[in-house]
């Protein structure tokens, strides 16, 4: 069972604590780690959208396929010094690659230096992989893959049991509704009104994996967390982009939802001040 910190609410994150060497030590340790895991989950959300091997398939540029050297493929790195570009066809580089590793290594700071290791902390760190698959499959091709969301949600129910037994088995499956509900609720609404479909299928199912890692209100909180999100980055990108928001393409939900899942279970991992919803 996961002990709770007690984190003073005028710091931030309760990143005071990291100033003794061990400390330190486990920062730079948990931000390493976690660029090289967020640079699997970005090539692993990538290919599961163009159905090559996530493991036996060798690591290619995206637009010319040519094989790329043990230089471009060091996180965060590779991609500054090739300036976002392919070093063999001069292509732009998604950011998904940079941003993941980024994201993941905040992740691995957190996670290393805060949280208590148990088995359900380590379920846990496999969900937030998992998240991120999700999350840059859906940036990158509309597409929630069903296997990861299903292996989200059995590990989410697996962490509940462990931590409370029959209680959080009850809690896990409640919230699981509760999250398909949150999000149906609103998508029967929009196929009343406008004869389509207002989410897609894939987002249900990941609304009803996350939701057996939450208690109580917390996946409605979240669902309507990744609503603000998505909207805000499509107002931004209307206005760089100089159109009004109905002439933009679809913004991926399932993408948002990931996002905020994943700053979640980091907090949860972490003992924040966050899980408190």
């Known amino acids: ?14 990143l ?5 060497v061990e400390q330190y030590i486990l920062v730079v340790f948990g931000a390493t780690l976690g660029t090289a895991i967020g640079s699997f989950v970005a090539a692993a959300g990538i290919r599961t959208t163009n159905e090559k091997s996530v493991i036996s398939t060798p690591s290619s540029c995206d637009h010319c396929g040519e094989k790329l050297a043990i230089r471009d493929l060091v996180p965060v790195i590779s991609f500054l010094a090739s300036r976002g570009q392919c070093r063999y066809c001069g292509a732009r580089l998604t950011w998904l690659y940079a941003g993941t590793e980024i994201s993941f290594a905040v992740v691995g700071g957190l996670v290393a230096s805060l949280a208590d290791w148990d088995v359900v902390t380590i379920a846990t760190c496999l969900a937030i992989i998992l998240l991120g698959i999700c999350a840059v499959s859906d940036f990158r091709a509309m597409l929630l893959p069903l296997p990861v969301m299903v292996s989200i949600g059995i590990l989410g129910l697996a962490s509940q049991i462990l931590d409370q037994g029959l209680d959080g088995a009850v809690s896990s499956l409640v919230a699981s509704v509760t999250a398909i509900a949150t999000i149906g609720i609103p998508g029967l609404l929009y196929w009343l009104i406008r004869r389509t479909q207002g989410f897609g299928e894939g987002d249900y199912w990941l609304m009803g ?18 609503t603000v999100l998505c909207l805000v980055a499509a107002i931004v990108e209307a206005l760089r982009q100089q159109k009004s928001l109905q002439y933009l393409e679809p913004k991926p939900i399932g993408a948002f939802i990931s996002i905020v899942s994943i700053i979640y279970l980091t907090a949860k991992l972490c003992n924040l001040a966050l899980t408190k919803m």
């Open 209 to 226: 994996a996350i939701g057996a890692w939450m208690h109580g209100i917390e996946p409605i909180i979240l669902f309507y967390m990744a």
């Open 16 to 20: 005071q604590h990291v100033i003794s």
């Open 1 to 14: 069972m996961v002990t709770k910190k007690t984190i003073d609410p005028t710091t931030l994150f309760g």
